[in-house]
């Protein structure tokens, strides 16, 4: 089974983020195994507790849990680029559970293990 | 690292230098991969280019100067370093940089080496 990995770099309110999701469900559905999601710059905003999108536009956190809960999706946030906009490891509100926080050598782990790296 | 054979990033920079942290970003990721000594190659393009032009201090603007850093690419093992000629004519740029080693490609070398990269990466 070939080995996907994705990194996000912009927001949640960006239309790439449509992309990215359509992008990963779509390899879930192919076979592909999907190892890690890492999310640096914009992308960490995705992990932040305080962001509320208008709720008629698209809700990237609701597709995010529903990846997780179903496929165990590893989401890994890089904590200097969060920390810089707004959350912190030891104010545990501030980042959605789902996410784990990291730092850039996972983003070194993911890309080797990998075949393919992406980023949105 | 758990692989054999070591994977090669492209880190693709496309972004000027102080207007954004793209650069900062970067830079991040290429000491990483250098530290954990996993071959990392340099691109820049575009406005990108002017990250590589000597005589910039970004703390004259209270910007962190982090061009500096690129000084020490050669302690993480970063050699190939890449900028695309047509980007430095089409802003009346020579190839003044501020680092040694900088190889400058015309537009199809340029694309055949970052297309001979495994992994890209975009800032």
Same mark, same amino acid.
């Given at each position: 089974?070939?080995?996907? =990995? ?40 995705? =992990?932040? =507790?305080?962001?509320?999108?208008? /709720?008629?536009?698209?809700? =990237? ?32 509100? /501030? ?26 | ?10 880190? !693709? ?9 793209? $650069? ?6 290429? !000491? ?10 340099? %691109?820049? &393009? $575009? ?10 201090? $970004? ?37 003044? %940089?501020?680092?040694? $080693?900088? &190889?400058?490609?015309?537009? &199809? ?15």
């Amino acid at each position: 089974m070939k080995k996907l =990995a994705v990194m996000i770099t912009t927001p949640p309110y960006s239309n790439l983020s449509v992309t990215a999701l359509d992008y990963i469900k779509s390899a879930l559905n192919s076979d592909i195994e999907l190892i890690g999601v890492f999310f640096y710059q914009d992308g960490v905003l995705h =992990a932040n =507790a305080n962001v509320q999108i208008a /709720s008629d536009e698209f809700q =990237a956190i609701a597709h995010w849990q529903k990846l997780h809960q179903k496929y165990k999706l590893p989401l890994h946030l890089c904590i200097t680029a969060a920390e810089k906009r707004g959350m912190s490891a030891e104010d545990e509100k /501030s980042i959605n559970t789902i996410f784990t926080v990291s730092g850039l050598g996972e983003l070194v782990e993911l890309t080797t293990k990998a075949d393919r790296m992406v980023q949105f | 690292m758990p692989q054999t054979t070591l994977k090669t990033l492209a880190i !693709l920079n496309t972004k000027a230098p102080y207007s954004s942290t793209a $650069g900062k970003d970067a830079l991040d990721i290429a !000491l990483i991969f250098g530290s954990f000594e996993q071959p990392v190659a340099l %691109f820049f &393009q $575009g406005e990108g280019v002017r990250q590589l032009i000597s005589g910039q201090d $970004g703390s004259m603007i209270n910007v962190k100067d982090y061009l500096k850093t690129f000084a020490a690419f050669e302690f993480y093992d970063i050699e190939e370093i890449y900028v695309c000629q047509t980007s430095l004519a089409q802003r009346g740029l020579v190839d003044d %940089f501020h680092i040694d $080693g900088v &190889q400058v490609l015309n537009r &199809q070398d340029f694309a055949q080496k970052l297309t001979a990269q495994q992994t890209i990466l975009r800032f």
